[in-house]
């Protein structure tokens, strides 16, 4: 948990941060909690787009994350113009008439993204594996609804009210959390049962090199020379001359014409 879930901190300077409580307001509350959902959450991969935006550079092609709008500055900033006249209240905060300057701009930073998330996508289904058809097919209708709602808001470009725009940004930012989320589903997988067997390979090895070293030791313990033996009979004929081990030693008996030498490896020598 402390290594997947952190703290993103953000300083905007004094010019360019007067306008970011427009970009904050959005929250999907118009579309639903789902939609508030995906606001509040942001992935590692979601700063590749959001740095793209900011450089004025395009959004990655293979990449599948969102942009965050609460990082992103006032759109008259990002053309250009820092003395642009603002609607400000008494206490010098920008007031809520601005919504309609800056929503529309963040609208179309989270269309374009999702044009490109949804092209990688659907390329990748094409060319390489194909995803999962009902994931795609979900996709694509939220995709359908955000961009009958962007275009309808494009068609009043001088309407007053911005929630058609807020939920275009809401229904984008769905269709954005919903394509990371089929994509860990399918590009992250684990082999159980492979993982088991692998697990279950190096335990047996790891005995059975175990029982091998001990049994190893134990045999040298037994098979160190005392020197040697000569087995003789009565007549003082020598029968054998061998390099004596403990083993052979203790069950040896030179006494009798008859003697045993008993091998390690269970190999009786009867003399």
């Known amino acids: 948990e402390e290594e997947t879930n952190a703290a993103l901190f953000t300083h905007f300077s004094v010019g360019c941060g007067m306008d970011v409580s427009v970009a904050l307001n959005l929250s999907g509350s118009e579309i639903g909690k789902h939609a508030e959902e995906a606001f509040q959450s942001i992935h590692q991969i979601d700063l590749v787009p959001t740095l793209s935006i900011l450089l ?44 309609n300057q800056e929503i529309p701009a963040v609208a179309a930073a989270l269309a374009l993204n999702a044009a490109q998330v949804w092209r990688y996508l659907s390329t990748y289904s094409d060319e390489a594996n194909a995803l999962p058809v009902g994931d795609m097919t979900a996709l694509r209708e939220i995709l ?27 229904l984008f930012k769905i269709f954005l959390n919903e394509a990371v989320t089929m994509g860990k589903r399918v590009w992250t997988r684990f082999d159980t049962f492979g993982m088991a067997c692998g697990i279950g390979v190096v335990v047996l090895s790891a005995l059975i090199a175990l ?54 490896w269970g190999q009786i020598l009867e003399l």
Do not use: Q
């Not at 006032?74 to 008494?90: F, Q, R, T, V, Y």
């Not at 009043?156 to 929630?163: E, K, L, Q």
């Not at 037994?222 to 030693?249: A, Q």
């Open 56 to 99: 004025g550079l395009p959004i990655p092609y293979a990449n599948i994350g969102g942009i965050v709008p609460s990082l992103l500055p006032p759109s008259h900033l990002i053309g250009g113009n820092p003395k642009k006249e603002h609607a400000n209240d008494s206490e010098g905060n920008i007031n809520g008439s601005n919504d």
């Open 144 to 170: 359908g609804s955000a961009a009958t709602v962007y275009r309808s808001a494009l068609s009043h470009p001088d309407a007053n009210d911005s929630n058609e725009y807020r939920k275009a940004c809401g």
């Open 211 to 264: 029982y091998s070293v001990l049994r190893s030791n134990n045999n040298l313990n037994n098979d160190y020379h005392l020197g040697v033996i000569n087995i003789i009979d009565r007549n003082n004929k020598m029968l054998v001359r061998d390099r004596c081990t403990k083993s052979k030693l203790a069950a040896s008996d030179n006494t009798g014409v008859r003697n045993t030498i008993r091998y390690n």
